[in-house]
């Protein structure tokens, strides 16, 4: 018999030993979201799970390895504006219900993004998914009910007693996305081609045009802008256009 199955038999003998459980503390009220950070767009309607990554990570990133070999990565659903709750809670709850060596990192995916305001370049903080937290623990049929009756907290991604864990690779690829995003921060605001957009800053400030080529790279735009009638290219910083 291989030591894993000894570690599982152990375990097993422990969960009989201990008492029934008591009861669950009841709900706390429901309060006001904390605007901590800024959510992401999103599309109308709960997307099925978070969205597909638009840059993976490189072949030779840091693949994540759990501290306890036992445990996985899992996607929780949480009402949206109440993630930062969430975590507060799982950590409460598991200590309270003696999980606290069964759960690892609660993760909240955020990113940096970048606006002009009075003329100065402001860097925040944004949800990359809102509604999501991502949760390391060893599931079991009783910490998956403690997490899933956690205050504002709607369910597991994948449903069901067993919801599937992410591989190593797409956790990787959600942290990479978030190490990177604090060395380069996004523009707030992505633009389309022809979309009509005032100009903000610069020498042009005041005068409306059109959206004529997209450099997601450089994060610039040339926006074709009537000067004395002439539709003439003008190439402008995302931070330079707002929106019409």
Known sequence: MSENENITEEQGEEWKAQPEAEPEPEVEPELEAEPAVEESAAP????????PESESAPENAPVVVPVNPNMGWYIIHTYSGFENKVKESLRSRSEAFGYSDKIGEVLIPTEDVVELRAGKKVTSKRLIYPGYVLVQMEMNDELWHVVK????????????????????????????????????????????????????????????????EINTDRNTLRVLVTIFGRATP???????????
């Open 234 to 244: 003008v190439e402008l910083d995302f931070l330079q256009v707002e929106k019409m």
């Open 44 to 51: 109308g309607g709960v997307p099925e799970g978070p969205p």
């Open 149 to 212: 009756n956690t205050p504002r907290v709607t369910g597991f991604l994948g449903g069901g007693h067993t919801p599937t864990p992410l591989s190593a690779d797409e956790v990787n690829q959600i942290l990479y996305r978030q190490a990177t995003a604090a060395d380069k921060p996004k523009p707030k605001m992505t633009f389309g081609k022809s979309e009509t957009v005032k100009i903000i800053d610069g020498p042009f400030n005041n005068f409306t045009g059109k959206v004529d």
